[in-house]
């Protein structure tokens, strides 16, 4: 697993956001051409997973997407809320118990629907919490495409573990919109070899909807994974 990107108005500022409430270093891009360009500030790293701004403004939040929220593991929970909460975040709803740790959410200043979880066996950047009409299907769907093992996390919840990040699927309430746009614009995986990540793709029906182009001294593409999620797959140099 690679990255999430979000959009904010600011990136400076969405990246200052989260490395003061949730930790990380604060970063830019860092791989091909940097050695002769000096990009700016647009990311957040949580180990080997970034947390990228696109500096734009939301079409609208991320619940109600294919990609509900992300979720953050922290011993700190309520000062955490009522630090971000001064700061420009919503909370939804009360800290509750589940699967014998306290969770809640919170919403950032630009839409994002954070979960925060005291979960002692992982720390940082916890799960990526899907939403979808057959989550058990969508999770097949990811696994067929990026690999991973499926087991029940906690014995609670199914789930799919990246490099230390979990990906996680619920039960759609309503209509599921296309991610792209919104705060929560896409989800993002490395291949070794786009080409052959292609026939990977080919495979399982899936055609590139960007097909693999240079950027910034690496390579880019884009596929649509399921419930409108949009999916960035990116071949590093």
Known sequence: YDHI??????????????????GGTAGRFNRGDADQVEYPVDRVFYGEISVIF?????T????????????????????????????????IGDIIEFSGMEIAFIEDPWGTKVELINDPDTRGLHHIHLTSPDPASALEWYQEIFGGELVQWKGALPAI??????????QARGQIVPTEGRAMDHLGWAAENLDDFEKVLALNDVEFKMEPRPFR?????????????????????
């Open 5 to 22: 990107h979000l959009t904010a108005s600011s990136a400076q500022e969405a990246v200052d956001w989260y490395v003061k409430h949730f």
């Open 54 to 58: 696109f500096e734009r403004e939301p």
């Open 60 to 91: 609208g939040g991320s619940v109600g997407t294919g990609v509900d929220h992300i979720g953050f593991s922290l011993s700190n929970i309520q000062e955490v809320i009522d630090l971000a909460v001064a700061d420009g975040a919503e909370q």
């Open 161 to 170: 573990n990246y490099s230390d990040v979990w990906l996680m699927a619920a």
């Open 217 to 237: 001294g690496i390579r880019i593409s884009f596929i649509e994974g399921p419930d409108g999620v949009r999916i960035e797959v990116v071949e590093p140099d």
